[in-house]
């Protein structure tokens, strides 16, 4: 299909040159909204006012746009059908060929500020809606929904002379439902979460693509990860070694569900096979690591250990002296780093900036999904009822608060022994 007219409306105004610069090349007769209209104008290049275009102004500050039936028509109509051309060449419409467009920051609003007002007008509506409709005619119509698609737009258009190939109008529509799928759920989530409703009745769940696994927990299976609600950001950097698998994550996080609800800046936690096989909450750090490795040295080896701290020159020589596939720490010292790097297969992680806060843990299987809040509740004195007529002292208090903190993180049938707040 060759591009003779384009609509372009973003929110996001960067990269346009080089896009304004291919369509320029092959004659395509731009139509745009107000701020976009006056950025490509101030780049050096034409377009039509979108108000000029349908003899109807922008109002509702803004608010309406793009939602005029010369649009959608120009958008929807199916070039091969007759009775479609005669309606608009009746109107006097003209088709629209390209459609360019990114949404309001919705997202990045609800990190910045809490005042329900800005959020709500960050919702919006014409960019979505005119992604929906270039989406749904693909067969006629391209959809550009996304900055990250503008230089493959460009390739197909060099490459095609003005021209895409059904099947790049195809793909776009793929990830143009996608845009706005996960556009529309990121506002369905900030009203459940703003009403506090856990459980609605229907749960959206979104997610970014970090990356694709190797395989998942079998050579026979395949494997992604998603960061969900915070884009690309897991909360956890990779500053070593190769890269982590479906099972690394899986004892990567079982390590972390550990370490982050012991006492802050305090604690060891080693885990083989999503098991913590030895914690330890000495506030010397040293003396914290050897009692965790005591508590089962045999499964220690090849498996991840945590601190809940940053770790330092002094322990990470101690750390060398076995192998472990993954160490956690919530910062390195430099010097430590340095120690820790000479093991190539060993995977570093700083932990330090992740959040479990309020967060939802999902179990998915035969097309069902379980939710629950996260079991990030920090066991005190206060949460103990003491029913016994023998009343436990203070020490044997801690270590049983210790070990219930411990307990909630290993598999039915496991039992967890304690002793001066060990393992």
């Known amino acids: 299909m060759k591009i003779k007219s384009a609509l ?9 040159k080089d896009i304004l610069k291919i369509l320029n090349r092959f004659k395509v007769k731009l139509v745009s909204s107000g701020g976009t209209y006056k950025e490509i104008r101030s780049l050096g290049y034409k377009s039509i ?9 922008e109002i509702l500050d803004g608010r309406i746009k793009t939602l005029h039936p010369k649009i959608y028509s120009g958008i929807l109509y199916r070039r091969k059908n007759n009775n479609h051309k005669k309606i ?18 919705f997202k990045k609003t609800i990190f910045q500020t809490n005042k329900h007002e800005k959020i709500i007008e960050n919702i919006d509506i014409g960019g979505p809606t005119l992604v929906r409709a270039a ?7 391209t959809v550009v929904s996304n900055i990250e698609q503008y230089n493959s737009l460009i ?14 109008r195809q793909k776009m529509s793929e990830e143009a439902f996608e845009e706005t799928a996960y556009y529309d759920s990121v506002v369905a989530n900030y009203f459940s979460k703003n009403s506090k409703n856990n459980f609605p009745k229907k749960k959206i769940v979104y997610g970014n693509l970090v990356e694709k696994l190797r395989y998942g927990e079998n050579p026979h299976q395949e494997g992604a990860i998603y960061s969900l609600y915070n884009s690309l950001d897991l909360g956890i950097v990779q500053l070593h070694g190769k890269k982590l698998s479906y099972n690394n994550y899986n004892d990567l996080y079982s390590a972390l569900n550990v370490t982050k609800s012991l006492p802050k800046n305090s604690g060891v936690v080693i885990v083989k096979h999503a098991s913590p096989c030895g914690v330890s909450i000495s506030k010397n750090k040293i003396k914290s690591y050897k009692d965790a490795l005591a508590s089962d040295p045999v499964s220690a080896f090849g498996g991840i250990v945590s601190c809940n701290f940053k770790i330092n020159k002094s322990l990470a020589l101690e750390l060398n002296k076995i192998y472990f596939e993954i160490v956690i720490g919530n910062g390195f010292d430099k010097k430590a780093l340095s120690i820790l790097n000479k093991k190539k297969n060993v995977r570093i992680i700083d932990a330090s900036n992740l959040k479990i ?3 939802l843990n999902i179990n998915s299987n035969f097309d069902s999904l379980m939710i629950q809040s996260f079991d990030n509740k920090k066991i005190t004195k206060k949460d103990l009822k003491i029913v016994s007529k ?34």
């Open 8 to 16: 372009i409306s973003v929110s996001d105004k960067k990269e346009l």
């Open 390 to 423: 023998k009343k436990p002292n203070k020490n044997t208090l801690n270590n049983l608060i210790f070990a219930f903190n411990v307990c909630r993180h290993v598999k039915s049938n496991a039992i967890v022994l304690t002793n001066n707040e060990r393992t």
């Open 155 to 168: 390739y197909e258009l060099i490459k095609n002379k003005g021209s895409t190939s059904i099947n790049f």
């Open 88 to 105: 608009l060449k009746k109107l006097n419409f003209e088709g629209i060929d390209l459609v360019i467009t990114n949404f309001y920051p």
């Open 357 to 359: 806060n309020n967060k």
């Open 135 to 141: 989406a749904k005619n693909y067969n006629d119509v």
């Open 49 to 57: 006012k979108i108000s000029n275009y349908t003899n109807f102004p």
